[in-house]
């Protein structure tokens, strides 16, 4: 195969600029000046910033408030990728097999991927409103049973089932595609040596899916990380008492609610550094598993 290559240079500047422009200004200049607030301190009534070195950290990390938004963090992300996960594989599984309707039924599965993040909280809200949604009916029958306005489990426990829902489509369609990529040859053997459907998903695809799982694993927990800000702000609020101000939503809320910037923008640097070791961890220890055929 002969390899391409341009006679001037100045063509595949051209070419690649306008992507390199993007990324200088939507990636690294947003990341330079996070780091340069992270470090300063803004003085009273403007006049500059004060070089503060890691003042603005070790505040952050003596903050109570501030472990609690990254353990509840951490709890959303974990319950959220293993929820939409879970729920995508049943469905992606069903898809396979072909079943009357299905190509109608993977259509569906997939349009919901295209609903942004504050109109899925919006949908649920209405869902899980205690005295005007589907989940009055659930009071009706049993009273102060669900309350997600006053109780702090129930609004965690009602985020994580909208940010679920948000990342089932996603992992429906990789899942999806890496069912159908495994040879029909495996499976059919498999089902001429008496193999039922369980054990051949158990034995033959799931461990043919591992590169699909890892994929979708770093993805979803990146993503429940960093795009739950939508889906909070419509929901929650953060509320309440705080049960559910995540990472992200508690740096816009001390950014433009507070007019704390310096310690913002230390957050967003010490939520992109525990992305960044969630993934190494990841590509370090749970890569080892993964079988690539």
Do not use: C
């Not at 959303?76 to 599984?93: D, P, Q, R």
């Not at 005295?131 to 009916?137: I, L, P, T």
């Not at 679920?164 to 059919?188: C, D, H, M, N």
């Amino acid at each position: 195969m002969r390899r391409a290559y341009f006679k001037n240079n100045w063509i595949a500047a051209l070419v690649v600029a306008p992507q390199l422009l993007i990324i200088f200004i939507f990636f690294y200049w947003p990341s330079s000046q996070a780091l340069y607030w992270a470090f300063t301190l803004e003085q009273p009534w403007g006049g500059g910033n004060e070089w503060v070195g890691l003042e603005n950290f070790i505040f952050l990390l003596s903050d109570d408030r501030y472990w609690h938004s990254v353990r509840i963090s951490v709890i959303y992300a974990l319950a959220t990728t293993a929820l939409a996960m879970g729920m995508a594989l049943i469905l992606a599984l069903f898809a396979d097999r072909q079943l009357r309707g299905y190509k109608s039924f993977r259509i569906g599965l997939i349009w919901p991927y295209a609903v942004a993040a504050p109109a899925i909280g919006l949908a649920f809200r209405f869902i899980f409103n205690p005295s005007a949604g589907v989940a009055s009916y659930l009071n009706y029958a049993f009273p102060d049973l669900w309350n997600p306005v006053m109780n702090g489990s129930h609004a965690m426990t009602m985020v994580i089932i909208a940010g679920a829902w948000k990342q089932v489509s996603y992992s429906f369609i990789f899942f999806l595609a890496g069912l159908q990529a495994i040879p029909r040859s495996l499976t059919e053997a498999a089902a001429m040596d008496g193999a039922r459907p369980l054990r051949r998903m158990l034995d033959v695809q799931l461990p043919l899916l591992t590169p699909t799982f890892f994929f979708l694993l770093v993805i979803n927990i990146t993503d429940s990380f960093t795009d739950s800000f939508g889906i909070v702000d419509t929901m929650t609020s953060g509320g309440p008492a705080r049960a559910t101000n995540l990472m992200v939503y508690k740096i816009y809320e001390d950014g433009f609610r507070g007019l704390d910037y310096s310690g913002a923008a230390a957050q967003s640097i010490i939520l992109m550094v525990l992305v960044i070791a969630l993934t190494f961890i990841q590509f370090r220890y749970i890569e080892r598993r993964v079988h690539y055929t």
